[in-house]
């Protein structure tokens, strides 16, 4: 992981083998300690993919930064989340000044993205945006959840154009139902072990908001 910093997303790194993924791409600052942590972990041009979970700035603003970093990569979403960056919805990037990315391959509720042995299951997780998408890793029971769910039973905002937040209680119930222990967050730190009960009090928090 690469922490985000200020507001900018956490950056996921996956590799397998000489193979490698990013996950969500931050805001398009700091480029430089995105660009130092990066090749801590890998060699940029094994980067062949860059999985984005929802379409808000701070996840989209920076994969202009990341494809200049990481050349042989390319781009992935969700069918939603491509829709919402098109029409320049608030909260995304190009609402905000942004080009449209370059997207190579769009993803829907079901999909598995591979790399290498490891399956990435894309999760339709609309509620705090209409393209937000979870990514569950069966084997490791691992989520890498966007801004659906943090640790500590928060959950993402529902306030922008967008949200709505009895889609995310559907979309918490979906995660629920799933074997899950671990959970990478777009933002602050993760949950070893205890991903389904941090889903649990995230689902019994956004009760007292309906």
Not at 1 to 10: D, E, L, V, Y
Not at 30 to 52: G, M, Q
Request: proline content about 3%; some cysteine.
């Amino acid at each position: 992981m690469i922490p985000g910093r200020g507001i900018n997303s956490n950056i996921y790194i996956l590799t397998e083998g000489e193979q490698a993924f990013i996950v969500d791409a931050g805001m398009g600052t700091h480029y430089d300690y995105i660009k130092d942590n990066l090749r801590r972990y890998v060699h940029p041009d094994a980067v062949t993919c860059i999985i984005i979970t929802h379409e808000h700035f701070d996840h989209t603003g920076g994969i202009d930064n990341l494809i200049e970093i990481c050349p042989n990569a390319q781009v992935c979403m969700h069918k939603q989340c491509m829709y919402a960056l098109e029409q320049k919805i608030t909260g995304t990037s190009t609402a905000m000044g942004k080009s449209m990315p370059a997207v190579h391959r769009i993803v829907n509720n079901g999909d598995i993205i591979e790399l290498g042995s490891s399956q990435l299951e894309v999760l339709s997780t609309p509620g705090h945006s209409i393209g937000s998408m979870c990514l569950y890793d069966k084997k490791t029971e691992t989520l890498f959840s966007g801004d659906t769910v943090f640790s500590n039973g928060d959950v993402g905002r529902t306030d922008l154009e967008g949200g709505d937040i009895t889609e995310l209680v559907k979309s918490l119930q979906k995660l629920m139902k799933l074997n899950i222990k671990n959970i990478y967050p777009g933002h602050g730190p993760s949950v070893i072990g205890e991903g389904k009960h941090n889903l649990t009090l995230a689902y019994k928090n956004i009760q007292y908001c309906l």
